[in-house]
Nanobody
Framework: QMQLLESGGGLVQAGGSLRLSCAAS????????MAWFRQAPGKEREFVAL????????FTADSVKGRFNISSDNAKSTVYLQLNSLKPEDTALYYC?????????????????WGQGTQVTVSS
């Protein structure tokens, strides 16, 4: 079993920044690849970024490339998502996820574990 706990969401003005955190727990958390997804109201859940625990491989979705950055801290079993230059269209519930393999992009159906989500709201 694996538990994922997100934090760091909130309300921010357009152009602002936030840092999301995802704390992982469970005996085998480092066997998984970690990712962030998001879901806006009325829309499907979509991939945002992915990283390995070693940090040697990471990539982001084209929609956030150059603005969002994913990182991992194996010692703290925590994954981060830095959100910069936020836009109103970035407003969504952001979910931390664990997958068993790397895919570009990873489909929602292949996620093994989900966090409960943290809300990001960007005002114009």
């Amino acid at each position: 079993q694996m538990q994922l706990l997100e934090s760091g969401g909130g309300l921010v003005q357009a152009g602002g920044s936030l840092r999301l955190s995802c704390a992982a727990s469970g005996r085998t958390f480092d066997k998984y690849v970690m990712a962030w997804f998001r879901q806006a109201p009325g829309k499907e859940r979509e991939f945002v970024a992915l990283i390995t625990w070693s940090g040697d491989l990471s990539f982001t979705a084209d929609s956030v490339k150059g603005r969002f950055n994913i990182s991992s801290d194996n010692a703290k079993s925590t994954v981060y998502l830095q959100l910069n230059s936020l836009k109103p269209e970035d407003t969504a519930l952001y979910y931390c996820a664990a997958l068993s393999r790397i895919q570009r992009p990873p489909p929602v159906r292949d996620v093994h574990y989900w966090g409960q989500g943290t809300q990001v709201t960007v005002s114009s």
